[in-house]
């Protein structure tokens, strides 16, 4: 769906904040529905509990194995291609357990083990001659014990590894219930669709589908109807789709300070206050765990007492809320150290990308269309972050540039000197001023250099605010009215700005 759809919306919506009394999901998700809803038009038969012809149609000698589900089917059909292959998945699931073993190490040597006030005023070569001491033992700054005395700090530590342990063993036992059914879809890959793992390294997602629907014509995979191509993505996005509309009717708005991190676009204003829309991780799995794994039947109807029972939801919501700010300090630790091995290195050999940018959490589900699968979906955010690059320099901050000019000639010059000290004489770098050897401060002014003349604003740079945004609006599919014919304000900047922050802040 190339056609821009009309998000802006929820910019007109007028929410009811229920401050005390009613939540203000369930008020939304439940307000004026009626008692039933049926979200498909493939309603199995009273006789059979499955859609497969298997057991209706003996006369036609259908021999494979039916299929239980066909939404559940469909959903991990997709995620096999995605995967490409049973060893690519194999590979995954052990590599995951890996890095889960590896960060519940590093949390625990870091942040237990190591005496970091011991090892800030450890002297070690040529500063341990100088001073008459022995050569450092870096062994001294490892803790012999590590939980005494059992502080706070070190309570939340061990909190943290206990709950990524228990999220590394969910992933290892998950790997083996699911296994049987990876098998089954493997086993449809390789007979029904002729498609083997080698094959779907390369294959293209709308020849799988296409191929599903020859399928259909011939061996009958749903027996109500005939499946489409639409069919089958609407079964595969179905949870999904609600929550990309939960985000466009600005359900997800919330009373809060725009200098929130995090918060997006206004959703809303209510009693002359605006609502920002929010959506990070956490509360995507909150809502993913609160409705969307309980809102749906066997057959995949909203459950009637989803509707007509709003405290359950509301009790749910709150006790997962609790738990969540009761667990919240051991939460940190996971994305703080997540961040810094993912980045740090990165960051140290090329400092100009602590100001790169990324798409935030809500834009992906702002952006996203309905029935848009995933890898389509990242396709197109991928082409579009160049654009995006280029409409957020359209604002150029003068005042700004002109000192990041000379920051970056004054700390890119002293680094080039030392550098060619270096050049003259390697030991010279071993020399001490102010406390910090030479070597020290080449590294730190080579670094704000970089990070300085990624500020400066490029003098090639075209100004074309109206062309950059056509070009990002292109691939985000998203224009707003109150952006149109404003894309030179700075009200749309900042907006805009929100939903591509720069990397360090947008999140993991």
């Known amino acids: 769906m190339m056609s821009f759809r009309s998000k802006d919306a929820h910019a007109q919506t007028r929410l009811n904040w229920p401050w005390r009394s009613q939540s203000p999901l369930s008020a939304q998700l439940l307000v004026d529905i009626p008692p039933e809803i049926e979200l498909s038009d493939y309603r199995r038969l009273p006789s059979s509990r499955s859609e497969s012809p298997s057991g209706l149609l003996h006369d036609e000698g259908v021999k494979e194995e039916p299929i239980p589900d066909l939404d559940i089917f469909f959903e991990r059909l997709y995620e096999y291609f995605c995967a490409k292959g049973l060893r690519c998945i194999i590979t995954k699931w052990i590599i995951e357990i890996l890095n889960v073993l590896f960060m519940v190490c590093c949390i625990g040597f870091f942040f237990l083990f190591v005496d970091w006030d011991t090892l ?46 228990a999220y590394g063993l969910t992933n290892f036992l998950k790997f083996f219930v699911q296994l049987r059914s990876t098998l089954n879809v493997r086993q449809f890959y390789y ?54 509309g939960m985000v466009n009717k600005g359900i997800l708005s919330f ?16 009693h002359g206050r605006r609502n920002y829309l929010i959506l990070p991780k956490s509360l995507e799995w909150t809502l993913n765990w609160c409705i969307f794994q309980s809102m749906f039947d066997s057959k995949f109807c909203v459950r ?25 300090p051991c939460l940190v630790i996971f994305p703080l150290v997540y961040v810094i091995l993912r980045h740090a290195e990165e960051i140290y050999n090329h ?29 197109r955010m991928n082409n579009s972050a160049v654009h995006s690059l280029n409409y957020l320099k359209q604002f150029p901050t003068p005042l700004v540039s002109i000192m990041a000019k000379f920051v970056s000639f004054v700390s890119g010059g002293l680094a080039g000197a ?48 109206e062309g950059a945004m056509c070009l990002a609006v292109h691939q985000t599919h998203y224009m707003p009215k109150r952006w149109r014919g404003k894309e030179n304000s700075e009200l749309v900047r900042r907006e805009f700005e929100t939903l591509f922050p720069l990397m360090i802040t947008s999140g993991v």
């Open 120 to 165: 800030i005023h450890l002297k070690c070569g040529v500063e341990a001659l100088e001073s008459g001491e022995k050569p450092c033992d870096l062994m001294k700054a490892i803790k012999h014990d590590p939980l005494v005395p059992f502080t706070l700090p070190k309570m939340i530590t061990v909190g943290s590894m206990v709950i990524m342990t």
């Open 255 to 270: 009373p809060i300070h725009s200098c929130v991190p995090g918060a997006g676009p206004t959703g809303s204003h209510e």
């Open 351 to 379: 400092p100009s990308t602590a100001s790169s940018r990324r798409w935030s959490n809500l834009s992906r589900w702002i952006f996203r269309e309905y029935n848009e699968v995933d890898h389509f979906f990242r396709h």
């Open 191 to 244: 007979d029904r669709l002729k498609v083997n793992d080698l094959e779907i390294q390369t294959i293209s997602w709308p020849k799988i589908i296409e191929k599903v629907v020859l399928l259909q014509k011939s061996q009958k995979l749903c027996v109500v109807r005939d499946l489409s191509e639409h069919d089958i993505i609407m079964r595969i996005m179905r949870k999904e789709n609600y929550l990309i």
């Open 304 to 328: 009637k007492e989803f509707l007509t029972s709003p405290d359950v939801l509301r009790k749910r919501l709150i006790f997962v809320g609790i738990a969540m700010l009761i667990l919240s």
């Open 418 to 465: 030392l550098i060619i000290i270096g050049f003259v004489g390697e030991s010279i770098l071993e020399g001490h001023i102010f406390g910090r050897n030479l070597l020290w401060y080449t590294i730190v002014f080579g670094t704000i250099a970089a990070i300085s003349r990624k500020v400066v604003a490029d003098e090639l740079q075209v100004f074309d605010p």
